[in-house]
């Protein structure tokens, strides 16, 4: 049984009439549905809910938590954000997506500005798996391809990852690390890039694929528990006593 909770801002869907035809349930419904799988239990929350819908119990139960933001950054406490961190070293899994690059959450963890560049032009973007060893890239090819979206370039202002799963290159020639993994704490992150919210892209079978793989890996349970403080020896110490 994997928890997951699927978080957005819901502005765009509301504002902009060709983003609420192609995410008529929000992008956080396509995302629940898209990612699904047999024995997860997939809720939502979203920024106008109380607490953002990010209360300690929701967050509590939640093994993995996908993010997407973008208009909003700036309108998500501080409080949750803390809260949000605090489950993250916990050992919540978390899956940052496309403008959750520059969500407070994803800044407070990786520590960078995570600035890049960007271009609004409906571009072909060819998705490279460049670590096929990897869960997060089961079942694809070498690449997938999009065939509309939103262009990300380098340079990325990310920590370097703990592993480069994709990289996207774009028909106006940039390059972006696409998929990248983190661990914080106990708990592990996923970055994925595409999902700009006037393309179809959360109806991709690939992007779902992805980002259910990454949900997947994300929700692993980590290693062994930390101690930490004032500590006790385990063998009786032979200096110091007299
Ligand atoms: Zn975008």
New binding site residues.
């Given amino acids: 049984m994997l928890n997951v909770t699927v978080w957005n801002e819901n502005v765009h869907e509301r504002e902009n009439p060709k983003c609420a035809e192609i995410y008529p349930e929000g992008i956080h419904g396509a995302l629940a549905n898209g990612i699904r799988r047999d024995g997860w239990s997939v809720r939502t929350a979203t920024l106008d809910q109380p607490e953002h819908g990010l209360s300690e119990e929701v967050l509590n139960g939640t093994d993995v938590l996908v993010w997407w933001g973008?208009r909003a950054h700036d309108h998500v406490a501080d409080y949750i954000v803390d809260r949000v961190q605090r489950r993250v070293l916990e050992g919540m899994g978390l899956v940052v997506l496309?403008?959750g690059h520059f969500s407070k959450i994803f800044k407070r963890l990786t520590g960078t500005s995570c600035d890049l560049k960007?271009r609004?032009a409906g571009e072909k973007e060819r998705i490279w798996v460049v670590n096929p060893g990897h869960p997060i890239a089961a079942g694809l090819g070498q690449y997938i391809e999009i065939p509309h979206e939103?262009m990300?370039g380098e340079h990325f202002d990310i920590p370097a990852p703990d592993e480069l799963i994709f990289v996207s290159w774009f028909e106006g020639g940039e390059v972006f690390r696409s998929g990248c993994t983190f661990t914080r704490g106990q708990g592990k992150i996923f970055y994925f890039r595409p999902?700009?919210?006037?393309y179809p892209t959360y109806h991709h079978p690939d992007v779902l694929k992805i980002i259910g793989n990454g949900v997947q890996w994300a929700g692993q349970p980590g290693g062994a528990r930390p101690v930490y403080g004032n500590h006790q020896p385990l063998e009786q110490l032979r200096g110091g006593q007299g």
């Fill in positions: 973008h496309h403008s960007w609004e939103e990300y999902g700009h919210e006037t």
